[in-house]
């Protein structure tokens, strides 16, 4: 599981995933940390300071997001120990990672948001939670079909445990990172679609 978002992880994936400029997503960010008008009591912030390279979480964050973990996505996703990821060297310790004020608060509940702002907001949860689970397992394979006088061949894996994927979309883009589905020797395989191309 990759380590919680500093400033340059999150504006590279927001850009990637949200097709945000980094002048936007630092703007929205600024919105979540100045947070949402909650009654009397003034705004609630719902992430923690956007300007950061430490990946450093306090221990009251971790130990509220296994127990999230452990309630809602079940014991078999929660490692052992609490993982921590080390900064480089010579970052500001003085603020943690950027990660929801309150894992408990989802990207819809912040419906009187704009759509921009919950879409950012949930990258910085699924990041944040993810970095607490335990990791996916696969097993990389290659798979041989035979197809009359044709033999078709593929590579990639089969996952065998979701781990931090069930929250954190995978975002392999090589060879080894197509998903196969979990066959055995001598399966007949059921063809769905054929795609005619041709390569040089």
């Not at 954190?168 to 020797?185: F, H, I, Q, R």
Request: glycine residues 6%; proline residues 5%; charged residues 25%.
């Amino acid at each position: 599981a990759p380590a919680p978002f500093i400033t340059p992880t999150l504006q590279q994936q927001a850009s990637i995933q949200l097709r945000m400029s980094t002048k936007k997503s630092m703007r929205i960010a600024q919105q979540l940390y100045e947070g949402v008008e909650i009654g009397p009591e003034g705004a609630v912030g719902l992430i923690t300071y956007m300007r950061t390279d430490s990946t450093n979480l306090s221990q009251e964050a971790v130990s509220n997001l296994r127990d999230y973990i452990s309630d809602k996505l079940g014991e078999q996703y929660l490692p052992d120990e609490p993982r921590s990821y080390s900064s480089k060297e010579g970052a500001q310790e003085a603020h943690e990672a950027i990660r929801p004020s309150d894992v408990r608060l989802r990207a819809t509940d912040l419906s009187s948001m704009e759509p921009d702002a919950q879409r950012l907001y949930d990258l910085i949860w699924r990041r944040f939670v993810a970095c607490q689970i335990k990791d996916a397992q696969f097993t990389s394979t290659s798979i041989t079909v035979k197809a009359g006088e044709f033999e078709l061949k593929t590579r990639g894996r089969v996952m065998r445990f979701d781990g931090h994927l069930k929250v954190l979309a995978a975002m392999g883009k090589g060879e080894d990172d197509v998903l196969l589905p979990d066959v055995s020797e001598g399966d007949t395989l059921q063809l769905v679609e054929l795609e005619p191309k041709q390569h040089f």
